[in-house]
């Protein structure tokens, strides 16, 4: 009696190592778009309380309605669209806050905060 795999053992085993292989190249694949997702909403946040803290000091001011523009050279692709309108409460406005990043707009956040008339 001959000792060794058949053909039919040899090729399951094939599947199955080839299944487990697909379904690692797919988890790697998650985990770099979530660490990229990780990163923009890192840089965000922090794009937005720098934007958000010059509008609230007066450095900067936008008129009533929409504005939009980018953070300069030190973060490339990043853009965003500011919107300022009344609430109905006498001297409170709601900022809306929109950052985009990557060709045709990949990823976008939205921070609303609301400020008060000086």
């Known amino acids: 009696m001959a000792r060794g795999f058949t053909l039919l053992e040899v ?3 094939m599947v ?3 299944i487990t292989f697909l379904w690692l190249l797919k988890a790697e694949n998650q985990g770099i778009e979530m660490s990229v997702r990780s ?3 890192t840089t965000a946040t922090l794009l937005a309380q720098e934007r958000i ?3 609230t000091s007066g450095e900067e001011t936008i008129a009533s309605g929409n504005d939009q523009g980018d ?3 030190d973060y490339a692709g990043y853009t965003y669209t500011e919107e300022i309108e009344p609430t109905p409460l006498d001297g409170y406005y ?6 985009i990043w990557g060709q045709g707009g990949n ?4 921070f609303v905060s609301f400020l008060s008339a000086k």
């Open 11 to 13: 090729l399951i085993a």
């Open 94 to 99: 709601k900022y809306t806050l929109n950052i």
């Open 39 to 41: 990163k923009f909403i």
């Open 16 to 18: 199955i190592l080839s």
């Open 53 to 55: 803290a010059k509008i």
């Open 71 to 73: 953070f300069g050279e």
């Open 107 to 110: 990823l976008e956040t939205r």
